[in-house]
């Protein structure tokens, strides 16, 4: 490549606002790696947590135990933290001896406010990636038009027009055109990747919490039917 074509010449000989955008779309690159290196270890952590929580929920442990082993969690994450809020509102209207249709209701709405929460933490820095494939390439495009509309410029004030004196600020525009796809192709591809492993993750999490309330569901049952032995046992023999 020629000297005067030279990448980091270009760069260094640009007009300020084009000195800008790439500045600023080299910035939009590097925020798009740091979000994806972070979302890339969060999933994959939300993922191992899950599994390991569903394992032992499926153990056959009791509910109580469980609850009391999450409870002395400091970190609760993912369904552990959904487990912990479904069952606490469990416990809360359990003990108010509440109808068993307004138990299972309670804790239906608190399961969903919970995965709702989760999902949210999942899903931080989707917006941004999203917006970083979207807008980068505008940018970049903003400076091509830019470096393109002064480089004709520069050659109607020449008494003789070459392409090697129009060369120079094509590539420069042409050079934020580049780094604007630079900072786009990666986040859009990351932001499509994200968004269907984190679609994964919420439906697993939401059969979980279909499952949890149908097992609460079941209990809630079983021990109606108990209360109500007990108190024709009861009758029966204050009868006698």
């Known amino acids: ?16 606002l084009v000195q800008i955008v790439m ?15 972070r979302m890339s270890a ?5 993922k191992n947590f899950d599994q390991q929580f569903e394992t032992w929920f499926w153990s056959g442990e009791d509910l109580a135990k469980l609850y009391q ?7 609760r994450q993912g369904l552990e933290q959904i487990f912990y809020v479904g069952f606490s509102e469990y ?6 001896r509440q109808p068993k249709d307004d138990i299972i209701d309670g804790v ?13 933490l999942l899903e931080s820095g989707l917006t941004t990636l999203a917006s970083i494939g979207s807008v980068a390439p505008y940018i970049g495009l903003f400076g091509t038009v830019w470096g393109i509309m002064n480089a004709f410029l520069g050659l109607s004030q020449t008494e003789q027009a070459t392409l090697a004196s129009v060369a120079p600020g094509i590539a420069e525009a042409l050079i934020a055109t580049a780094m604007g796809l630079f900072a786009a192709i990666p986040a859009v591809l990351a932001y499509n990747h994200f968004t269907a492993k984190s679609s994964r993750l919420y ?22 039917i108990i209360n109500r032995e007990t108190q024709v046992n009861a009758n029966q023999v204050k009868g006698l």
Do not use: Y
């Not at 969060?42 to 939300?46: C, I, M, P």
């Not at 439906?203 to 109606?224: H, I, P, V």
């Open 1 to 16: 490549m020629p000297e005067s074509l030279n990448i980091i010449d270009l760069i260094t000989q640009a007009s300020l």
């Open 23 to 37: 500045a600023l779309l080299l910035l939009a690159s590097l925020l798009s790696w740091v979000i994806i290196f």
């Open 42 to 46: 969060r999933l994959g952590t939300a």
């Open 69 to 75: 082993g999450v409870q002395g969690s400091p970190e």
């Open 91 to 96: 416990l809360r209207m359990h003990k108010k």
């Open 108 to 120: 239906e709405r608190k399961l969903r406010v919970g995965l709702g929460r989760q999902q949210q």
């Open 203 to 224: 439906d697993s999490r939401a059969l979980f919490c279909d499952e949890m309330t149908g097992m609460l569901q079941r209990e809630t049952s079983a021990e109606n």
